[in-house]
């Protein structure tokens, strides 16, 4: 029984991510396939002349769209219109808050130019000698900036997600020196806050990435003692 056991639970773990994988995608799929088929002519759907459905057809046609939507963006004609709808959007109450925000998450998220959330640290919270996983997004600006000015630090702003749902969280401001910046990727620390410490990051260490002569000199000094250090005679 014991062995049967193990089986099953090894073939668990095999099964239970692919499943899950496979039924997220499914769903995604069949969620924009609902939004967008209802815009599309019949003659020009792929289910009036083959006598099966073809799942994913929608996002196929959602991601041509916003391909050719970017497309026309970049020229001088799609960004005056562009500016232009904005500047419509800025002027109409209620719509203007919501649109606003949503730009800035989304440029903020996904920008290239942005280095948002690509840091993992950690930090003493909610006590000394606690510590926590947080998400570095950037160096306080404006009136945050000014209104912590006499901290005489540098303040960060730090993300700090609970376990093992990390779609919410707090905002923190810190300030640099209580906030330890760790090697490990961002794909890592999500991993670690999702499973509760239970799954060790595999890639701690980010290849490439150069080292400061301070830590190589720690580093050294620690050897040195190490190997300085008289050994204990065996019993």
Known sequence: MARLRNYFLTGFIVCAPLAITAWITWSFMGWVDGWVKPYIPVQYLPDSYL???VPGFGLIVALVLITVVGFLTANFIGRTV??????LLSRTPLVRSVYTALKQIFETVLADRSSSFKTAALMEYPRKGVWCLVFVATTARGEIATTLSDQGEEMLAVFL???PN???GYLLFVPREDVRVLDMSIEAALRLVISAGLVSPDDV??????????????VVAEREKRAERPAEPAE
């Open 51 to 53: 006598p099966f459905a």
């Open 161 to 163: 997600p609970p376990t």
């Open 82 to 87: 562009v500016r232009w709808s904005e500047h």
């Open 205 to 218: 260490v980010r290849p490439g990435k150069p080292v400061s002569m301070a830590k190589a000199s720690r």
């Open 166 to 168: 990390p779609t919410s």
